[in-house]
């Protein structure tokens, strides 16, 4: 079928994923979005179908992402390659097809890991996604970017990773969903989370089935399966997977897929309410992390997770303690970490509200804020200006209903629409228990955070 024979919707389509070969572009630049109404998902398999991706597609003689590992795909002088093996594509799709759609699911990738990168620096799972992923311009493009691609018409880029786990291009498949956990899980999109990460657990699999021990990624994903599991309110599989997920990162001597399978076991234990188990969990986490030799900022979130675990058992002071360490530790970590530190200052400024210690909340939510994008952090945005609406009721001070109404529209905006309604539909913010002295009597120990723990 000649390309004139498509919808004129299509041959827009065309025309914008030309653009993918082209080097003289950088990844923020383009999108599959930027047309009129078209099914993205429908038209990827139409072109496929119909032996046109592969015009679309086709590299202009300079590699566009040299450092990418390179996933086995058909080669034109290899038919063997075309075999219906663990790495190459489906036996089912033509030579020409396959290797188009590894190049769309390559700059997807890339382009998906460079918002990772962006918006989480160093938080990949493995180190070629990090060398290969390029920062985009600030975090707030970033978002921008992460919220065109998957928002507007159904999802372009779960569109190409259900492609990529259909069509077997598993290398490929596994590394898109790694690099979809940051930006969907900062993002809140849970659902998506659980779909992209078990599409990555089938694809790891496949691709380590020659290996005794499974594929490295495995178990990570698995582990982030269970985390969104956990948030949807279904513990009793969360649970099971998690077994799953430490099994294998114990096989594979892997310390960082352990910590990380230990760490969403445990905030599946505070889901379920099983605060002492989750807390000594955590303890388990962090000692773990520090046998590993883990960068500080990793001990801080633990810290930070451990704590705020502790502020719900009642056990105030060393949530506090927590709190000031995770603070301290993300601090000290030499790359800049300020998204971290402003959800570490968020945990340990409720648990001094907590407390009655209003005034020390009030700076750290201050602090907090000054780390924030409202493009880019918008819920977190939100939750510091409700808690500052708190400490400026409190304190007396006369910005207060500012603070709500930022907050109202930062929860609108972050499409939270329930803690929207609830701050609207009350008029006072909740007060602390017990009011008490703004500074800690001189008794009270408040030991400065520490390097390590």
Known sequence: MAEHDLPPADLDLLAV???????????????????????????????????????VTDPTGTVRYPATPAPDTAKDDDPASLSDTNHG???TVSQRAAQALARLVEHYTMLMSSIAETLEPGKHAYSD???????????????????????????????????????????????????LWVPLRSGRHIEDVLLSQTFAVRAARVAGADDDLGHPYESTACARVAWAQSRLGRTADAAALIEFAVAVAEGHGDGRALA????????????????????AMFDRCIDLDIRNSAPPWVLGVRLRQQASALSSLGRKK?????????????????????????????VYAEILLDLGLTELADEALIDANA???PDADRVHHADVQALLWTTATVLGQPDAEQHRGRAITAYEQAGDSRRATELRAHPTPRMPVTPRQSTPPPSQENPEPEADR
């Open 17 to 55: 994923l030309r653009k993918i070969g082209d080097p003289g572009l950088t990844a923020d630049t383009i999108s599959l979005l930027d047309l009129p109404d078209h099914d993205v998902d429908q038209t990827l398999r139409r072109l496929i179908d119909q032996e046109l991706l592969h015009q």
């Open 89 to 91: 594509p489906s036996s």
């Open 129 to 179: 996604l990090r060398r290969s992923a390029t920062p985009l311009a600030d975090r707030a493009t970033a978002r921008m970017v992460f919220d065109r691609e998957h928002h507007a018409r159904g999802g372009t880029v779960m569109a190409v990773l259900r492609l990529a786990v259909e069509l077997e291009l598993w290398e490929w498949a596994w590394r898109l969903g790694e690099a």
């Open 260 to 279: 990380t399978a230990l760490s969403v076991s445990a905030q599946t234990l505070v889901a379920d309410n099983r605060l002492d188990d989750a807390v």
């Open 318 to 346: 060393e949530a506090c303690r927590a709190a000031r360490f995770a603070v301290g530790l993300i601090f000290g970590d030499p790359r800049p970490r300020g998204f971290d530190a402003a959800r570490a200052l968020i």
């Open 371 to 373: 780390f924030l994008d």
